[in-house]
């Protein structure tokens, strides 16, 4: 026989409680009693029904999530797990959420799988991906016989028509809409061209709506490599996929204008961008104008034409220079020929001549004779007077 201690049973009791998953999420139903808030925030009371009790306990951190805190004399559906207080070995519900006792069960579920989704961060804001601005091709996943579907076409057609939309049928109510959501998803995640995905189903009750708040679903989208917007139901209904997806949409057609732009959008863009490239190109143009005028100025000025340009004009100064030189040298020149000639001419013999003098010279040798002792008796002489020449002889010495 092996004998526990008091604390080693308690602790076989709370592997055992931890380990049971009924105990370790648990809803239970009762009326509270004995409620008693401590000064610390925590919530200590009694859930009972007409034959049983269960010491109940939520503490402040939890009671500050909730809705709705516990009321003496009011019935409650409580979601929490039971486990063994080891300090006096009390059996204790431990709750983490409640709920009044009107709420159905699906309610219950749903809060439940959303509380733990969110746990595991399937909700995290991080993890949403932009949508495409412009996509090619988009993914829808819904019922090719629902007016949701028909709604998408009409607002795909009018806004966007250049898309190409693909469907991956699917049912979206009933037991077996959740598979077959899970095989259209990874259908179109096979599928290279597409850009983003639609999953869609009009408005109903929650019961008509619960296949969208289908775990696997739920996995499915977050495991989607393609960016997912859920428009499922109206504005006031939220699913478990509207928190998992990347971005929700109040309706299958708010769906679609969310993933799509206007034509409208994309003319005002591709004008602005006109606008912009032709001012673009308008600066390139001067920007290009005027650097190629910079580079015909660097080219004239180190181009030999413009240097044989400089040297005729240079030349053409010299020339002008020597040519005005040359006239006043040519004026001067002549200045003093005149003068010369002036001279010349008054002391030409022919001059002389003319005033009734004559010039004699010996006739064999035709030396002038300027001293009349150059002359002998008897000699020839030539005597050259205006008008002429004619001979005579020397009758007498001077001696």
């Known amino acids: 026989m092996e004998i526990y201690s008091v604390t080693e049973a308690l602790y076989y ?11 370790s999420d648990l809803w239970m139903q009762g009326e509270v009693s004995g409620c008693s808030p401590t000064s610390g925030g925590h919530y200590f009371f009694t859930l009972k029904d007409g034959t049983g009790q269960m010491s109940c306990v939520l503490f402040r951190q939890t009671a500050l999530r909730q809705s709705h805190l516990p009321r003496n004399g009011t019935n409650y559906i409580m979601h929490g797990r039971m486990d063994v207080y080891e300090s006096n070995g009390k059996l204790q519900f431990y709750v983490d959420q409640i709920q009044p006792a009107g709420v159905g069960r699906l309610h219950l579920e749903f809060e439940a799988l959303k509380r733990r989704l969110e746990a595991e961060g399937l909700f995290a804001p991080e993890r949403k991906r932009p949508l495409p601005a412009r996509p090619k091709t988009i993914g829808i996943v819904t019922s090719p016989t629902a007016a949701a579907f028909q709604d998408i076409l009409n607002v795909l057609g009018r806004r966007f028509p250049l898309a190409h939309l693909i469907l991956s049928p699917t049912q979206v109510q009933g037991d077996t809409a959740p598979p077959q959501i899970v095989r259209a998803l990874a259908a179109l995640n096979e599928l290279e061209e597409v850009e983003v995905i639609i999953v869609a189903r009009g408005g109903g009750s929650l019961e008509d709506l619960w296949a969208f708040n289908d775990e696997r679903v739920a996995r499915a989208i977050f495991a989607s490599r393609i960016p997912v917007v859920t428009g499922v139901g109206h504005e006031i209904d939220y699913t478990i996929v509207d ?7 109040p309706t299958p057609s708010a769906a679609a204008e969310l ?4 034509l409208d959008e994309l003319r005002d863009e591709v004008r602005n961008l006109a606008d912009r490239v032709y001012i673009a190109l308008q600066a390139k143009v001067d920007e290009d104008k005027n650097e190629l005028e910079s580079v015909n100025r660097r080219l004239l000025l180190s181009s030999p034409v413009a240097r044989i340009a400089a040297i005729r004009r240079r030349l053409t100064e010299v020339k002008e220079r020597n040519a005005m030189q040359l006239g006043h040298s040519l004026e001067l020149c002549q200045a003093r020929v005149s003068a010369v000639s002036s001279r010349l001419k008054v002391l030409n013999p022919n001059q002389i001549l003319e005033r009734g003098y004559a010039i004699v010279s ?4 035709g030396q002038v004779v300027t001293d ?7 000699e020839d002489l030539q005597v050259r007077v205006k008008g002429g020449t004619f001979g005579v002889k020397a009758v007498k010495d001077v001696n």
Do not use: F, N, W
């Open 243 to 249: 928190y998992v997806s990347d971005l929700r949409a």
């Open 13 to 23: 009791l709370k592997i055992k409680l931890d380990c049971d998953e009924h105990l």
């Open 372 to 378: 009349a002792r150059q002359v002998r008796a008897g």
């Open 259 to 262: 993933v799509a732009p206007h």
């Open 362 to 365: 010996r006739e064999k040798d």
